[in-house]
């Protein structure tokens, strides 16, 4: 997918115009555009709020502006929330801004014009689940979606694709749809604009990108592209009248470190404001952004179009890389004032700090096991330095190897692996699927090897699929006995790292069997190569 980085996302709807406040009581239950649920706010009631909606203050071009300033590439709005309020004029339902507001005016369409002079890519929130709607069982977060209301949804996905210009992504959110509803609204959103990208809360994996949890930033590794939502309060998305905003240099350093420690791991990072129900912007989220793009102006350099950090861990804080040079974000300064780069074979060619005017030069430990960068004196006291390392060729970082026991043998254990997850299967409160597990090792010997996975009890046979050093095994586990099961012999090279990936079945396979849990996967020395 393009890869903005910094993205703006915007919570506004009639739930802006009670900024978490119902009958005089402030409401801490839930996140304030939820006060409908957490209020237990009457729907006629509630619905009363639009004869009163008129954000007369509302600007589109300060708004996207305002995003410009923050440094972000792309601007995300809600169109519908899970009240069921819809910002753009549907024709599906007067309860719109259109038809039922004194406003009068589509929001969506403003904002969306406002984009496009401003080349700014656009997208829209849309919640799959709608309180206002008529067969809603409760006002849960992941109601299922009943066939009317599929429809409804369906032909409100074709407004919002056919009226608004291009329109770069659609936030799915919410909601528990089946497998087929996922597809149907996958579909109906592609047939009229195949380049929009579809969120992964749109579930059981028909999204073009994985969404994590509401301001999750995973402790996984990933290998697609993913997207971590973040408000500023993780209180609330929508207005909170009442919410205390302070120490605002905190809250820009705060967001600073999760978007560095997001797209470190190659993820995009969209930030929320709230705006009023007048719509003006609270000034506290404006000076967040600005803060943040002042930031970016210093050292957007490190973060966009760069690749995630090839080390696994780094314990001065993240990097990125782009074309021959690391980024180093120093997050704290270890005792030895040593920033390690593990596994790093290349060389460097020199460091020194981004943006430093007169490119002083920072000593290198440059030795054929170890690489180092020698942290000066002077920007420790700042936050977040941001370092270049310059290094030649191209870039190999070796992970942490697993060594072989004493009797030659290599033993990989669940705790030691790399695993691999999807967060956006089947609803948001389901655990995330383990997609797979991933070791490396180096064995000391040459010659051949017998690969045996060892499982734990489980219920059903389950395919896995084991690659070593590039080739491909099956093993076809039969579940209630407690594994070995000898997936084959490989020759090994000596080598110093061997990759060895056990794979779960496919995403649309789930289901078929439980998940199988390796205790270890063993490689055992069986004969010196020929
Ligand atoms: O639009 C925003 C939220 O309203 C929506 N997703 C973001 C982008 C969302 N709807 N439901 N959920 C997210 C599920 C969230 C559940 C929880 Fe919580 C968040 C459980 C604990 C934190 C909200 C706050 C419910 C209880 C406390």
Redesign the pocket.
Known sequence: MAEPKVRD?I?FGLYSALGGVWRGRQYA???S??IQSDAHIPEEQYAKLASQFDPEKWDPDAVVQLAQDAGMKFIVL?SK??DGFNMFHTRLSTYNVVDATPYRRDIVKGLADACARHHMPFGV?YSTIDWHFGDVPSKR?DNPISAAHEDFNASQLKELMTNYGPISEIWF??GHPTPLQSKHFADTVHALQPECMISGRIWNNEGDFMEMA?DEIPDYILDEPWES?ASIYKET?GYRSWLKRTDLEGKIQEHILRLVAVVSRGGNYILNIGPRGDGSVVEFEADVLRGTGEWLKRNGEAIYDTQPQPFRKLDFGHATVKAGRLFLFVEHVPANGRLELPGLENHIRKAYILGDPAQRLLRVDDTKDRKAILAPDWPRKEFLPVIVAEFDSKLNVLPPATAPGPDGTIQLTPETADRFYNANGEG?YDPPTLRKEQWHFAVERPGTYRIELIYKPGKFARLLDVNVGGRTFKANLYGSEQGPASIGSIELPVAKDTTLTVNRAAPAERGASLPVELDRVSLVFSGRQQ
């Open positions: 996302f919570h239950g839930n996140y555009e939820q809600t929330h899970h929130y977060n959110d919410m509401d939502p998305w948001y």
